[in-house]
């Protein structure tokens, strides 16, 4: 299901087994690198989470320009009401633009913690784009809220509206949480959410706690994860 790059997270475009690499935004000193991972076909896509705290250099995002790049946005831009601000759809827009300067596809969005459905579509109408695509959420930690999209309910829901970029590892941690077969889980949102768009890393699926860990050694079944 790929490799790490850097310790980075694999993603998978699953209808073209096409292979990704995910980089921050900032990460410009391995621009050059994913370049030529691109070049030598070890990947054919890079997924660039945006840092709204970091300055954005064309020319050192030329470096990756005729590639294909999605976009994550920040996690600071959910559809959560008590942090939606007109500072967060500024930051909003320069997620939308980085989009548009690499004709990106996708962009990958969390859709909030304390959400409902119906609170979710009020946010979604004001910072929609056909080229959203909502990932599914893991667990809280003790100190957080819940998460919306955790429960396959939601997640179907949201599918009506979006597609899903569907976290494999996220998905292990809400079965978890949920106390539920994470196989069955799994199986159960692939064949009612029909993603296409994968993120894959590891984690310890006794615990719910989310954590984008390496595959090796992880606890997950990923031989069984590949054969799904």
Same mark, same amino acid.
């Given at each position: 299901? #790929?490799? +790490?790059?850097?310790?980075?997270? =694999?993603?998978? &475009?699953?209808?073209?087994?096409?292979? #990704?690499?995910? &980089?921050?935004?900032?990460?410009? =000193?391995? *621009?050059?690198?994913?370049?030529?991972?691109?070049?030598?076909?070890?990947? %054919?896509?890079?997924? $660039?989470?945006?840092?709204?705290?970091? %300055? &954005?250099?064309?020319?050192?995002?030329?470096? &990756?320009?005729?590639?294909?790049?999605?976009?994550?946005?920040?996690? @600071?831009?959910?559809?959560?009401?008590?942090?939606?601000?007109?500072?967060?759809?500024?930051?909003?827009?320069?997620?939308?633009?980085?989009?548009? *300067?690499? @004709?990106?596809?996708?962009?990958?969005?969390?859709?909030?913690?304390?959400?409902?459905?119906?609170? *979710?579509?009020?946010?979604?109408?004001?910072? %929609? %784009?056909?080229?959203?695509?909502?990932?599914?959420?893991?667990?809280?930690?003790?100190?957080?809220?819940?998460?919306?999209?955790? +429960?396959?309910?939601?997640?179907?829901?949201?599918?009506?509206?979006?597609?899903? !970029? *569907? =976290?494999?590892?996220?998905?292990? +941690?809400?079965?978890?949480?949920?106390?539920?077969?994470?196989?069955?889980?799994?199986?159960? !949102?692939?064949?009612? $959410?029909?993603?296409?768009?994968?993120?894959?890393? #590891?984690? @310890?699926?006794?615990?719910?706690? @989310?954590?984008?860990? =390496?595959?090796?050694? !992880? #606890?997950?079944?990923?031989?069984?994860?590949?054969?799904?």
């Amino acid at each position: 299901m #790929g490799r +790490k790059l850097h310790g980075a997270e =694999d993603i998978r &475009l699953i209808a073209m087994l096409n292979y #990704g690499l995910k &980089l921050w935004s900032n990460n410009i =000193d391995l *621009f050059s690198s994913a370049r030529a991972a691109f070049e030598q076909k070890r990947i %054919d896509l890079v997924e $660039l989470y945006f840092n709204p705290k970091a %300055d &954005l250099v064309a020319s050192e995002y030329a470096l &990756l320009k005729g590639m294909p790049v999605t976009i994550h946005a920040t996690h @600071d831009v959910t559809f959560h009401e008590s942090t939606y601000s007109g500072a967060q759809m500024n930051i909003w827009h320069r997620i939308t633009a980085l989009a548009d *300067f690499f @004709d990106s596809s996708v962009i990958v969005v969390h859709p909030g913690r304390g959400n409902t459905f119906m609170t *979710f579509q009020k946010q979604l109408r004001e910072m %929609d %784009d056909p080229r959203i695509h909502i990932e599914n959420m893991a667990a809280p930690t003790e100190s957080e809220y819940p998460m919306f999209a955790t +429960k396959v309910e939601d997640l179907k829901k949201i599918r009506t509206i979006k597609p899903i !970029c *569907f =976290d494999l590892e996220k998905a292990v +941690k809400a079965a978890k949480y949920l106390k539920l077969d994470y196989k069955e889980y799994i199986s159960e !949102c692939i064949e009612s $959410l029909t993603p296409n768009y994968f993120h894959v890393s #590891g984690g @310890d699926p006794e615990s719910f706690i @989310d954590e984008h860990n =390496d595959l090796e050694g !992880c #606890g997950m079944d990923i031989k069984w994860m590949k054969e799904k």
